[in-house]
C-alpha cells in the first residue's frame, strides 16, 4: 500500500516537473503577470497574420524592445534624454498597427522634428490593463528607467471595476490580482508561487480567464474587431437625458476609479515623474460619421452593450470626466483627447481602436496639448515646422532596423524587397525577394514581383521562368498564363505566345479591351491564330 502511494507521488512530481520545465521552454498561454509580478517579454519581433482587420497590412511586424516595450532601446547616454513613457491599454499597445504607426510612434517623431531630437519616447501599452496594472506597472518597472514623462490614455479598461479582482482582461495583458493578506493566505501563495514556477502563474493565470469571460459577459468587452458602422443597427429615438439603463456609472464606482487616479498621481510624484492624463475617445457618441452619413448616437454597439452609440458614450464619458476632476484637483496636465478626437469612422478601425491615420490625428492633438508641458530648455531649441505630420517615415526606418536584427526573416525580406523597389534599387529588391522565397505565405507573392522586376528591367527568360513556377504551384491564376504570352511575344516567340494566349482564356481571363490594345501583344495580333483565338471565344469582341 505504502509503495502504490509513493509510486504515485513520485509519477505526480515528475509530471510537475515536466510541465514545469516544458513550460519554460514554450509556454502557449502568453500573458504579462506571473502572480502579482509585472513580466514582460523582451527582444521579440512578432509576425502577425492579420485576417480580420483590411486596414492593415495583411502581414504585420510587431517589436518589442530590450526593455519589453514598443519602441527604440534605451540610448547609451539614457540620462541625457528626454525620457517619455506612454502607458495604457489596448488603444495605447496599439497591436495590430505596424512599428512607426501607433500614436505613441507619431508622436515621438514630431516632438523630434519640431522640439528636440534628444527626446526618447517607448510605449508601454498592455493589452487589457487597468488602473490596477497601471499602478504597479509604474511601481515595479517604469520607475527604474527615471523617466522625465508618463502620458496615460486610460479609462477604458476601468469601466465596471471595483476591485483587482474585476481586472481581468484580455490575451496579453491580464491584470493582477492583489489579495487581501489576512482573508485569502491561499491566494497569496498561489501568487508569490507563480512569480518562481512557470505551472502555477499558467494556471493561475487559466483561471482568471475563466473569471474574466464570467465577469464580461454581457457587459464591456474591450477587443478587437472590424466594425462597419453601416451595416451596424440602429433605434429609432435616444432620450439625452436617460440615464436608467446605464451601468457601473454609481458613486461607488466612481469613487474607486478616482482613488485609483490620484493613487497613480502620487506614485508618479514619488519617482520625480510628471504625469499628463489624456481622456478615452470613442467612435459612438452624440455625432454623424463624416465618411458614412451614420448617425453615431443611434447605432447599438452591441459588442459592448446593447445600448445606443449616445448612451454608451454617456458611460465612458462618465469616466473620463473623473479623470479631468481629479487632474484638475490634483493640479496635473489632462488632455481632452475624447472630445477633441473627431468621431470619424476613418480614424477608428472599431469602437475604441485607432486606424494610422486614427494614431496620427490622437499624436497631432496630444503634441498639441503636450507643448505647455515641456522644458522651457526644450522650448528655447524649438524649430517650429509646419505640416511635420506628413515628414513622418517612422515605419520604413523601423521595417529597416528589425531587418537588420533579423536579416533572414522572409516576411522582413518581403517588406524590404518592397522598400527597395520603390526606391529603385532592383538589384536589393530582387536579393530581398529571393530570400523570401523560403515563405509557404510569400511564395507566390515573392514570384510575382520578381517577375515583375525582370520584366521591366528587359530580362525576359527570368520573368518566364519566375511565372512558371508560380504555375506549377498555382496553375488556376489566370493572369500568369496571360503574362507569359506578353513576353513570349515581346520575345518573338510567336506560337508559344498565342498557345499561353489560350491558354490564359481557356482559365477565364477576360480583359478584352486589354488583349485587344496591349502593346505587349502587337508581335501577334495580326496573325489567323489570334483572331480565331478571339472569333472562338465565347464572347467575341467587334472583329477589327
Known amino acids: 500500500m505504502m509503495r502504490s502511494i509513493a509510486s504515485i507521488l513520485i509519477s505526480m512530481i515528475l509530471t510537475v516537473l515536466l510541465l514545469e520545465a516544458g513550460l519554460r521552454v514554450y509556454n502557449p498561454v502568453r500573458s504579462t503577470v506571473s502572480g502579482n509580478k509585472i513580466k514582460l517579454e523582451k527582444n521579440i519581433i512578432r509576425t502577425i497574420r492579420n485576417t480580420i482587420l483590411p486596414c492593415f497590412e495583411k502581414v504585420i511586424f510587431h517589436r518589442v524592445n530590450s526593455i519589453g516595450f514598443r519602441g527604440e532601446d534605451p540610448p547609451e547616454d539614457f540620462n541625457s534624454y528626454f525620457r517619455i513613457i506612454s502607458v495604457g491599454g489596448s ?263 485607432f486606424t494610422t491615420d486614427g494614431s496620427k490625428k490622437v499624436a497631432e492633438i496630444v503634441y498639441h496639448g503636450l507643448v505647455s508641458q515641456l522644458p522651457d530648455d526644450m522650448k528655447i531649441r524649438a524649430t517650429k515646422k509646419e505640416n511635420f505630420f506628413t515628414t513622418v517615415t517612422t515605419e520604413n526606418d523601423a521595417i529597416r532596423k528589425m531587418w537588420e536584427m533579423t536579416p533572414d526573416n522572409p516576411d522582413l525580406c518581403f517588406k524590404m524587397g518592397i522598400i527597395h523597389e520603390k526606391e529603385g534599387n532592383f538589384e536589393q529588391a530582387v536579393a530581398m525577394f529571393q530570400k523570401a522565397l523560403s515563405s509557404k505565405y510569400l511564395y507566390i507573392q515573392s514570384l510575382t514581383r520578381l517577375a515583375q522586376i525582370f520584366n521591366r528591367q528587359g530580362e525576359y527568360d527570368k520573368s518566364i521562368a519566375a511565372y512558371m513556377k508560380i504555375v506549377e504551384k498555382k496553375p488556376e491564376i489566370a493572369s500568369v498564363y496571360y503574362n507569359i504570352s506578353c513576353l513570349y511575344s515581346k520575345t518573338n516567340q510567336t506560337m508559344q505566345s498565342l498557345q499561353w494566349l489560350k491558354m490564359s482564356i481557356d482559365k477565364g481571363y477576360d480583359k478584352w479591351d486589354l488583349i485587344m490594345n496591349d502593346k505587349d501583344l502587337e508581335n501577334i495580333r495580326q496573325t489567323k491564330e489570334f483572331q480565331d483565338i478571339i472569333r472562338m471565344n465565347k464572347n467575341p469582341l467587334p472583329s477589327f
Open 91 to 353: 488603444t495605447t499597445h496599439s497591436f495590430y498597427n505596424e512599428e512607426g504607426t501607433t500614436w505613441t510612434d507619431f508622436l515621438g517623431e514630431a516632438l523630434k522634428n519640431n522640439y528636440n531630437s534628444k527626446i526618447w519616447i517607448n510605449n508601454a501599452g498592455l493589452d487589457g490593463h487597468s488602473t490596477f496594472g497601471h499602478i504597479m506597472l509604474i511601481d515595479d518597472y517604469i520607475s527604474r528607467l527615471k523617466p522625465d514623462m508618463v502620458i496615460f490614455l486610460i479609462g477604458v479598461n476601468d469601466i465596471g471595476r471595483l476591485r483587482m479582482e474585476d481586472g481581468v482582461g484580455e490575451q496579453s495583458g491580464i491584470s493582477k490580482i492583489k489579495l487581501s493578506e489576512r482573508k485569502m493566505p491561499v491566494r497569496d501563495l498561489l501568487n508569490n508561487a507563480a512569480i518562481y514556477s512557470d505551472l502555477v502563474s499558467t494556471l493561475l493565470n487559466l483561471y482568471r480567464l475563466q473569471k474574466a469571460a464570467e465577469i464580461s459577459e454581457g457587459q464591456w468587452n474591450v477587443g478587437h474587431r472590424m466594425i462597419d458602422v453601416t451595416k451596424i443597427k440602429t433605434i429609432k429615438d435616444v432620450d439625452p437625458n436617460d440615464r436608467s439603463m446605464l451601468p457601473y456609472l454609481g458613486d461607488n464606482y466612481l469613487h474607486a476609479y478616482a482613488q485609483r487616479l490620484k493613487k497613480l498621481i502620487s506614485i508618479s510624484r514619488k519617482y520625480n515623474i510628471t504625469p499628463v492624463f489624456l481622456s478615452s475617445p470613442a467612435l459612438f457618441g452624440d455625432a454623424i460619421d463624416p465618411t458614412t452619413g451614420v448617425d453615431l448616437g443611434r447605432i447599438i454597439t452591441e459588442d459592448l452593450f446593447e445600448l445606443s452609440g449616445s448612451d454608451t458614450w454617456k458611460l465612458l464619458d462618465g469616466y473620463n470626466r473623473i479623470v479631468e476632476k481629479v487632474c484638475h484637483e490634483e493640479n496635473v496636465a489632462f488632455i481632452d483627447l475624447a472630445h477633441k478626437m473627431p468621431k470619424d469612422s476613418k480614424y477608428f478601425y472599431d469602437w475604441l481602436h
